[in-house]
């Protein structure tokens, strides 16, 4: 059966290109890249590149790239580091309702050390108005983090005008960009973003492998204690080839963003549209005009998400209900309950995310399946009746 992989928000296929990048460190090029030796400068000028291919990609300068082992350190380390580094000036933090949970239980863990978190609600189309950030800072607040585009719905918050926001309070500002890298052009200084996480498999590279991008200047402790790696800032034998890998898939990404953006933009559109006008009872949620290209996240009122991404799953197409985070637990998703859906009508979301591979024949498939599928579950449904 030809498989159909609509989960791309969940994690990405390697690249071929990234994979032939990757080898000779895995094997030839061993070296420990604090090593004097010819071996271990191989090593070392391979991470000095793919550091300037990130950079390159986000806008930023080379010693501005720390390596970290992906997304979810990247965001721990924003929060944390920012937050134990400017104690002396105070404890609120700002974020959103509907982060990540790398994030969100990151700064819930931090209001058990003393620090005070406001979690912003999105409205109903899933992006934060800019009055209610500026209405949250105190002179208290140390930090603002808030994600670049949702992993969930999609949808983009207007980052550039937040990062203003807090430059103009003198505030650092952290954003979550893993969904966003190599869907939408990221730059550290058009979003005046102080902090900010990357994650190599969301856009084709190795899983275990991260960015975050901390500007100059900005007081930061450290969250792992060791050896002098990563400029004295993140400790640990650097993952050569996962580093080299990374760069490599920043590179590849930044290359097609506008153009990949356009067609997959279009298949979105053709699958949403599709799905609006052959099926009863279903809405399309977060803002359809503010989201991320490849992103299409429907409610079916009446039937549970997990069982039509189970039916879609026999069909050989991968979906996903809620994110691949907070399945395996029955919560409905905090994103959905956040923009004011019903605990009945999160339950019933499917997400469906699109890459450049994706191709108009797959999802045709996905339009002529779909709305049978929804009718024999429905047909079963004690809700429907
Ligand atoms: C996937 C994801 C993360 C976590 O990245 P990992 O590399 O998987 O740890 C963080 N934030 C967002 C928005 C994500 O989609």
């Known amino acids: 059966m030809n498989r159909i992989y609509l989960d791309n928000a969940a994690t990405t296929p390697l690249s071929p290109e990234v994979l032939k990048a990757m080898m000779p460190f895995l094997m030839g090029h061993y070296g420990n890249a604090s090593s004097i030796h010819d071996t271990g400068r191989d090593a070392r000028r391979a991470i000095d590149e793919a550091r300037k291919q990130v950079a390159g990609f986000i806008g930023a300068k080379p010693n501005e790239v720390y390596f970290t082992s992906g997304g979810t350190e990247s965001d721990n380390w924003a929060l944390k580091g920012v937050a134990y580094a400017n104690r002396n000036k105070g404890n609120h933090i700002i974020t959103s309702a509907i982060e990540h949970p790398a994030v969100l239980e990151t700064a819930k863990w931090l209001e058990t050390q003393g620090f005070g978190v406001t979690y912003l609600p999105a409205g109903a189309n899933g992006i934060l108005s800019l009055e209610d950030v500026e209405k949250a800072i105190t002179n208290r607040t140390i930090l603002i983090s808030i994600m670049a585009a949702n992993n969930e719905i999609g949808t983009l918050q207007p980052v550039a005008a937040i990062g203003a926001l807090a430059r103009a309070h003198k505030i650092p500002f952290h954003t979550d960009a893993v969904q966003a890298a190599g869907a939408i052009r990221i730059d550290v200084n058009a979003w005046q973003a102080d902090l900010l996480s990357l994650s190599g498999h969301k856009f084709h590279g190795p899983k275990g492998m991260g960015v975050l991008y901390v500007r100059s200047g900005t007081r930061m402790m450290p969250l792992l204690h060791g050896g002098a790696q990563e400029r004295n800032r993140r400790a640990g034998t650097e993952n050569v080839a996962g580093i080299v890998g990374l760069g490599q898939a920043a ?135």
Not at 268 to 282: A, E, P, Q, Y
Not at 326 to 333: C, F, I, R, T
Not at 337 to 355: K, Y
Not at 372 to 382: C, E, N, Q, Y
Request: charged share 20%.
């Open 251 to 385: 590179q590849n990404a930044g290359m097609f963003i506008e153009e990949n953006a356009e067609k997959i933009t279009r298949l979105r559109n053709r699958l949403i549209d599709g799905i609006l006008s052959t099926i009863s009872h279903v809405r399309l949620n977060g803002d359809r005009g503010s989201r991320l290209p490849n992103n299409a996240n429907l409610s079916f009122r009446y039937i549970e998400g997990e069982a039509l991404l189970l039916h879609l799953d026999l069909n050989g197409i991968a979906a996903s209900s809620g994110s691949a985070c907070a399945s395996g637990s029955l919560e409905p998703s905090h994103v959905l309950l956040s923009i004011g859906l019903d605990a009945e009508d999160a339950h019933s979301s499917l997400r469906f995310t699109l890459s450049e591979a994706t191709t108009e024949d797959e999802i045709n498939t996905v339009l002529a399946l779909l709305p049978g599928i929804v009718d024999k579950l429905r047909a079963m449904s004690p809700l429907a009746s």
